[in-house]
């Protein structure tokens, strides 16, 4: 029952950069699955981005080239030329299960971290 707590989230220009980090436990290093996930207003929750177990990174379509997720003592989600289209709550995540591909993949949750991205 390890909690994953978001931080960084906030207010950025169109072009801004933020840095999101999740604290996570140690448990969730050796599970096949962690990520990030976001929700937009009126919009269903989508996955952004995910590493397993071995380093393996996925992104979503908008996020190739402008999003990093890696993870250290924490989990991190590096994001750069932010657009308002990025605008949401954005959620860390873990899988506990053991999947072949960890894209989408989540049955522990974050808080979420509000990011917003103004024209």
């Known amino acids: 029952q390890a909690p994953l707590v978001e931080s960084g989230g906030g207010s950025v220009q169109t072009g801004g950069s933020l840095t999101l980090t999740c604290l996570v436990s140690?448990?969730?290093?050796?599970?096949?699955?962690m990520g990030w996930f976001r929700q937009a207003p009126g919009k269903e929750r989508e996955a952004v981005a995910s590493?397993?177990?071995?380093g393996r990174t996925e992104y979503a379509e908008h996020a190739k080239g402008r999003f990093t997720i890696s993870k250290d003592n924490a989990l991190i989600l590096l994001m750069n030329s932010l657009t308002p289209e990025d605008t949401g709550v954005y959620y860390c995540?873990?899988?506990?299960?053991?999947?072949?591909?960890?894209?989408?993949?989540?049955?522990?949750w974050g808080q979420g971290t509000q990011v917003t991205v103004s024209s």
């Open positions: 995540a873990a899988d506990t299960g053991q999947f072949r591909d960890c894209f989408g993949r989540a049955n522990n």
């Open positions: 590493i397993d177990r071995n």
């Open positions: 140690s448990q969730y290093y050796i599970t096949s699955c």
